[in-house]
């Protein structure tokens, strides 16, 4: 059990339009991140915090931003949707202790038209 | 930019065959790992090998690792069609970030 749960499961928003993919984690780890997924490119990293009150930049941070208010959310802001944004956003936590595996949640499925 | 690459893109076998994937990166890693990806799903941890380690099994998963080479493979022997699914490998790219490869299809028919 991963433990992490994204919301929505999926979304269509006309772009322009404000949005925010929510993310939640039940175990308190510290490391969360988010990655993008697209056909052809694999998953790249947007984001990540490596502890509460710390964000840190992807490989393609541009037109996303993220807070960490505590440790269990870690929500993902979109502030003005373009079309190129549509994609499969993962959240993801890092396990304790020295297995470096990360847990990942079910995916976010956005379209932006 | 993507640390591992794996290879080929696609496969497609029979049930009970062995699949092998492979992957090659481009820098010193600490370790590396493999990942699951059933369809519409999130991605499930497989295994991971450190760059000390040259072999490590788990399971009919079979992993290698070739530091000189830059290059891991993971075996899958006996495989079912269960084992459909993508897997990607990815590297440790700073500040407790993991880089994915784009992954390989792999597609096991009865």
């Known amino acids: 059990i991963a433990g992490i749960t994204q919301a929505p499961t999926s979304q269509i928003l006309a772009a322009g339009r404000r949005m925010t993919l929510r993310c939640t984690q039940d175990?308190?780890?510290?490391?969360m991140y988010w990655y993008r997924q697209d056909l052809g490119l694999g998953l790249r990293l947007i984001h990540y915090?490596?502890?509460?009150?710390?964000?840190g930049k992807g490989e393609v941070p541009d037109g996303y931003s993220v807070s960490r208010a505590n440790t269990d959310d870690f929500p993902l802001t979109l502030a003005s949707a373009v079309p190129s944004q549509t994609s499969v956003y993962f959240c993801?936590?890092?396990?304790?202790?020295?297995?470096?595996?990360?847990?990942f949640g079910e995916g976010s499925r956005l379209t932006v038209l | 930019s993507q640390q591992g690459e794996e290879d080929p893109q696609a496969l497609s076998i029979q049930e009970g065959e062995n699949a092998t994937m492979n992957c090659s990166y481009k820098t010193s890693i600490n370790n590396l790992q493999w990942y699951r990806q059933n369809s519409g799903r999130g991605l499930v941890h497989l295994i991971l090998?450190?760059?000390?380690?040259r072999e490590k099994h788990s399971g009919r998963l079979r992993v290698t690792l070739d530091t000189s080479k830059k290059s891991s493979s993971l075996l899958i022997t006996a495989s079912r069609a269960a084992d459909t699914a993508s897997y990607f490998c990815?590297?440790?790219?700073?500040?407790?970030?993991?880089?994915f490869g784009k992954g390989t299809m792999l597609l096991v028919s009865p």
């Open positions: 990815a590297t440790d790219g700073g500040y407790s970030t993991l880089t």
């Open positions: 090998i450190r760059s000390n380690e």
């Open positions: 915090s490596n502890t509460a009150g710390t964000t």
């Open positions: 175990m308190r780890h510290n490391a």
């Open positions: 993801a936590k890092l396990s304790t202790g020295a297995s470096g595996e990360l847990f």
